[in-house]
């Protein structure tokens, strides 16, 4: 999976699970402050994303998760992992 691909299949989960924009998804976007994901929507998130991707995703890892370039990050090592 490369970078574009993991971006494109992150932006697809918090779109149709968030109600979030393409234009609200940048990568220096905050979770909390610009997205306005509390820590209800990092478990539905954390769930959407395992699903996914099939694998499990260290539930300390995404706390440290702190922009939507971060969860791209994370993402990114668990694929190639």
Do not use: C, W
């Amino acid at each position: 999976m490369t970078k574009a691909e993991i971006i494109e299949k992150v932006n697809s989960i918090l779109m149709e699970n968030f109600d979030l924009t393409l234009d609200q998804l940048k990568p220096d976007a905050h979770l909390i402050q610009d997205l306005h994901l509390d820590s209800l929507d990092a478990v539905d998130m954390l769930v959407h994303l395992e699903e996914n991707l099939g694998k499990k995703i260290n539930v300390e890892k995404l706390r440290e998760a702190h922009t939507l370039q971060d969860v791209y990050t994370l993402v990114e090592e668990i694929v190639r992992a």
